[in-house]
């Protein structure tokens, strides 16, 4: 069982480039969402989904798109990226009823904006 | 607004020795809390969980009893191993609503053979 696939793994940006970080998951799952983490601040959400077609925001949006088009899918997408979104970056997704409250997590991207 | 305090790491402790990472929230009603552990390169991964006020979640030899009097759900250990080496993350969420998941900074555990 794949679970969630991120990819890249590891990503370097200049400053004001583009790049999508792609999170796909196998398991039917409603709910998607992603988190960045930073040294001693932990998880923050950036966006979520709960559903094909509808996205929300997190705490820390700026800078970050998303859409929702497929279930399995949800993407997102640093528009002009910056040093401070250096980060780690992990999608995270589980079924919206039944299957418990757990969440599962893809293995992560390392993002390094210069 | 909900939240999560985690004792600050790092924790170093020698194989065979008793564990407790501290977790403390704040919150309204009757969350559902979790205990989360990140190991090197890796993502997130559930360890245990509570849903109601005097369950005892446990896996692994690791245990946390949600305590609604304290608001806490301490981890515990009786003896560590140095496999347990790992980010361990208290979290709560709530079973309706935005299914929004709110995250501790993450305590990093040690341990020395």
């Known amino acids: 069982n794949a679970g969630v696939t991120q990819t890249p793994k590891f990503q370097v940006l200049k400053t004001g480039q583009s790049m999508t970080l792609q999170c796909a998951q196998d398991m039917n799952h409603e709910y998607m969402s992603w988190y960045r983490q930073d040294p001693g601040m932990g998880l923050r959400l950036i966006h979520y989904?709960?559903?094909?077609?509808?996205?929300d925001q997190g705490e820390v949006p700026n800078g970050y798109n998303v859409s929702r088009s497929t279930t399995e899918d949800f993407p997102l997408r640093l528009l002009s990226a910056a040093p401070s979104q250096t980060s780690v970056y992990f999608c995270?997704?589980?079924?919206?009823?039944?299957?418990?409250?757990?969440?599962?997590f893809g293995s992560g991207t390392q993002l390094s904006v210069l | 607004g909900d939240s999560v305090t985690q004792m600050e790491g790092p924790v170093t402790l020698s194989e065979e020795a008793f564990l407790t990472i501290n977790c403390t929230y704040t919150a309204t009603g009757y969350p559902s809390l979790f205990w989360y552990v990140q190991y090197p390169g890796e993502g997130l991964q559930l360890l245990l969980k509570?849903?109601?006020?005097?369950d005892k979640g446990s896996n692994k030899g690791f245990e946390a009893t949600y305590r609604k009097e304290t608001t806490s759900f301490h981890l515990e250990k009786g003896s560590v191993q140095v496999s347990d080496s790992a980010v361990y993350f208290c979290a709560l969420t709530r079973l309706s609503g935005t299914y929004k998941y709110i995250f501790g900074t993450g305590t990093r555990l040690k341990v020395l053979a």
């Open positions: 509570a849903t109601k006020a005097d």
């Open positions: 989904s709960v559903g094909a077609g509808i996205t």
């Open positions: 995270a997704s589980r079924p919206s009823q039944g299957g418990g409250e757990k969440l599962f």
